[in-house]
């Protein structure tokens, strides 16, 4: 089975590492927060909204309680 690339879920990981921020060991957050986030790019770019903008909006969700 490949393996699919999440690139919210390296985000969050990276980012957290390297702010030394406690949740990094948290893989329930990680993956919960990782899709949220990546609904949150689906949802906005199907509402018509710029890749940009949704790349943004997903961010925003992505690092939400971080």
Do not use: C, H, W
């Not at 699919?4 to 993956?31: A, C, H, P, V």
């Not at 997903?58 to 309680?65: I, S």
């Amino acid at each position: 089975m490949p393996m699919e690339f999440d690139y919210y879920r390296l985000y969050l990981q990276k980012f957290l590492q390297d702010t030394g921020n406690d949740l990094m060991n948290d893989e329930e957050f990680i993956s919960s927060q990782a899709e949220l986030a990546a609904e949150e790019y689906e949802n906005v770019r199907r509402d018509g909204a710029s890749v940009a903008v949704a790349q943004e909006s997903a961010m925003a969700v992505l690092l939400k309680g971080v």
